[in-house]
């Protein structure tokens, strides 16, 4: 008899949980269409701060990941996030800058000196956050 009443439990967990996974695999497609589950990048990339470019100009990097912006150029720089999310100020020749992204999302910068000078950072949801979606886009700060 409980072990009857047992096995009933376990299937309406199993089934809850089956559930569970398809509505976040649909809250994903819904939220992230054209932006593929991708394959953890470094926990740091770097890219290359020249007079007047950022190179690459674009890169894309897996949530929790850090950018950092190193100056190779003569003159001095700033990464510059559009939105303000970041802002290195004057990096001088040989000096990096770095930021860590926490949120999924298209990031477009300058240099706010040389404001020809543009870059995007675009972060992706790792394959293994997939399942921790909802924290993932819960409200921060
Ligand atoms: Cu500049």
Redesign the pocket.
């Known amino acids: 008899m409980s072990h009857t009443i047992w096995r009933s439990t376990l299937a309406k967990v199993l089934a809850t949980s089956a559930l569970a996974v398809v509505a976040l695999f649909v809250l994903y497609q819904a939220i992230y269409a054209g932006s593929p589950i991708r394959a953890a990048t470094p926990d740091v990339v770097d890219v290359a701060i020249e007079d007047?470019l950022f190179s690459p100009s674009t890169i894309t990097v897996t949530l929790g990941a850090a950018v950092r912006w190193t100056n190779n150029g003569f003159?001095a720089?700033?990464t510059t996030a559009q939105d303000l999310l970041w802002d290195s100020g004057a990096l001088t020749s040989g000096n990096s800058f770095t930021h860590t992204f926490n949120q999924p999302g298209t990031f477009d910068y300058v240099?706010s000196?040389?404001p020809e000078?543009q870059g995007k950072v675009i972060v992706e949801v790792e394959a293994t956050d997939f399942l921790f979606l909802p924290l993932v886009l819960a409200p921060q700060e």
């Open positions: 007047f003159f720089h700033t240099c000196i040389h000078m």
